[in-house]
């Protein structure tokens, strides 16, 4: 049994493919959210893929006992999302977040001292439409997961592309390093990727290099030049999720995002990343 908390553009993609792979899939979401699925379905699409749509049940507390639970909610949504879990009720169940960011993962342990919280990280494109309709934008879906369970398994057979890895520390900040320069980089600009590469290039390289720094204090292993690398060869189309948040007046994961970074080197080591902030904030 599988169970999904927040079944937005990540955990909506992952319900749905774990749903096609044959799992018994449980959505946790808000009451209005579950009601849609559960009246209409998780409707799914993926490039060059014809729409699929499934019917998992779709709850607005977890009531039954899950092998593994996906977490998929905002980071600015996950302590409201979590209260939707009881920790009795997930026992000694596998906890898998898909968040961006590196701090849910001791809000997690601290929630449910009983389960194992695997460190993973998801590189997809996706978007959430309305509730109940997903789509997967990007072709792939690239998820790194840390050695030592069987998550890896259960997504490879469900076609995702799996890496592992055996420190959840080079796990995390290694997507944290790629996507906190992007995505500071794309909202400061308020504009896809190579739009704010021509607006504010100058910014990328001493964005990477303080993730990069801030990764390393911490123990991870990431190499900022193939990062930087990596992310001039996105397509100029390319838009972060925070970008998508703040063209649409929602709540921005800035905290989650920027904020390991800001508190890894201090203020004054970070100046970067705290002038993307400020720009995003309006300062
Ligand atoms: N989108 C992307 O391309 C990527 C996103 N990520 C990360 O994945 C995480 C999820 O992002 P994303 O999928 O884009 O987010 P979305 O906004 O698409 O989805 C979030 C989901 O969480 C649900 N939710 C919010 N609050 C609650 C609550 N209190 N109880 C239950 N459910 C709740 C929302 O429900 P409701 O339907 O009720 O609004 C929604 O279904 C983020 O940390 C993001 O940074 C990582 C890689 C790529
Ligand atoms: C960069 C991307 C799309 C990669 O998955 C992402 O994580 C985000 O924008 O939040």
């Known amino acids: 049994m599988i169970g999904v908390l927040g079944p937005g ?8 493919r774990l ?15 579950a009601a849609e699925i559960t009246a209409r379905g998780l409707r799914f699409t993926a490039p060059g893929m014809p729409e699929v749509v499934s019917y998992p049940a779709a709850r607005a507390y977890l009531t039954e006992p899950v092998d593994v639970l996906f977490v998929a909610v905002k980071a600015t949504d996950l302590l409201p ?16 977040p898909f968040l961006n960011g590196v701090d849910h993962m001791s809000l997690l342990r601290a929630t ?42 259960l997504l490879a057979k469900a076609s995702f592309d799996v890496a592992t ?29 190579g739009e704010a590469l021509e607006k504010r290039g100058e910014w990328l390289r001493p ?15 990431v190499d900022a030049d193939a990062i930087e690398t ?22 921005l994961e800035l905290d989650a995002i920027a904020g390991p970074i800001i508190r890894a ?12 902030v400020t720009t995003i904030l309006g300062g």
């Open 9 to 16: 553009g990540i955990g909506g993609l992952v319900a749905a």
């Open 19 to 33: 749903a096609a792979a044959g799992h018994d899939v449980t959505i946790v979401a808000s009451e209005r959210t």
């Open 81 to 96: 999302a979590l209260q939707r879990i009881p920790a009795k009720t997930l026992g000694n169940a596998t906890v898998v």
């Open 112 to 153: 449910y001292p009983e389960a194992d919280v695997v460190g993973a990280t998801i590189a997809v494109e996706a978007t959430r439409h309305r509730p109940g309709v997903v789509e997967q934008v990007s072709p792939m879906t690239n998820v790194t997961v840390t050695e030592g369970n069987d998550v890896a398994e």
């Open 165 to 193: 890895h055996p420190e959840e520390t080079t796990v995390l900040w290694r997507k944290a390093v790629f996507l906190a320069p992007f995505a500071l980089l794309t909202t400061a600009a308020n504009a896809p990727l």
């Open 207 to 221: 964005l990477i290099q303080e993730a990069a720094a801030a990764a390393k204090s911490q123990g991870a292993d």
């Open 230 to 251: 990596r992310l001039r060869g996105m397509p100029s189309t390319f838009r972060s999720s925070m970008l998508k948040d703040f063209v649409d007046g929602r709540a």
């Open 265 to 276: 080197l201090g203020r004054e080591n970070a100046p970067a990343t705290v002038d993307a």
